[in-house]
């Protein structure tokens, strides 16, 4: 597959062969290497500004990690598809949008790079502004907001919630709550999960509980 910024300079002058269908191909270290026309209509960066540059300029803070890790799947041969997630664009707004992440192999099919095809998904019902409204509220607020699953593993962690622990967001997402919170409290963590179950019903095994930091955790 022909790479690199002759590549990208061509798909920035063609159509995508589906609508709407954003082409982003980096190398093994998440630099862009290729941009086709719908991405600059989604994301706001021509081929010339955005070849050359990391993927990470298209993705919010707390985020990284999550591409961080598609990125090295894809690397091992994997294909990930219609991964929902959120972008950012150019002006610093977010979208919503699917992610198909594939790898890209040279003639003699060793795996040189990472494509990823990623839609605009802002026009579904099923996703509509006030998550991005929400998703801004979180972001900005002056509380730590920390999103986990009910096992404990964090998958969301705010800017207010790096200023009060002293961990990043990178840092946190994939980790135990239970970093945060001292070894004599560490029973409280149980109750709140076992709280949720109860009022939920056991269905609630793959839903997400998110949660206002209201009791005494420590800081790093």
């Not at 190398?27 to 086709?36: M, S, Y």
């Not at 009910?150 to 969301?156: A, D």
């Not at 149980?190 to 998110?210: E, L, M, Q, Y």
């Amino acid at each position: 597959m022909e790479q690199g910024p002759h590549r990208s300079a061509r798909m920035a002058t063609l159509p995508s062969r589906e609508p709407s269908s954003a082409i982003l191909d980096t190398d093994l270290h998440g630099v862009l290497t290729a941009w086709n026309a719908d991405a600059q209509q989604l994301f706001g960066y021509t081929a010339t500004e955005a070849v050359g540059r990391p993927l990470n300029l298209l993705i919010p803070p707390g985020r990284h990690s999550e591409q961080d890790e598609l990125t090295a799947r894809a690397a091992q041969g994997e294909t990930i598809d219609l991964i929902e997630t959120l972008g950012a664009r150019r002006d610093g707004s977010l979208i919503p949008i699917t992610v198909t992440v594939t790898a890209l192999r040279d003639a003699e099919g060793h795996i040189v790079g990472v494509s990823r095809v990623a839609r605009d998904l802002s026009g579904r019902r099923r996703i509509d502004r006030s998550v991005l409204r929400l998703a801004a509220i979180v972001e900005s607020s002056d509380d730590a907001i920390i999103g986990k699953d009910l096992s404990g593993i964090v998958f969301s962690w705010n800017r207010a919630a790096e200023r009060i622990f002293g961990y990043t967001a990178d840092e946190m997402i994939g980790r135990s709550i239970r970093t945060i919170i001292p070894d004599d409290r560490q029973s409280e963590e149980d109750d709140v999960i076992a709280r949720i179950i109860a009022a939920n019903g056991p269905s609630i095994s793959r839903r997400f509980a998110a949660e206002r930091m209201g009791r005494c955790f420590r800081s790093r």
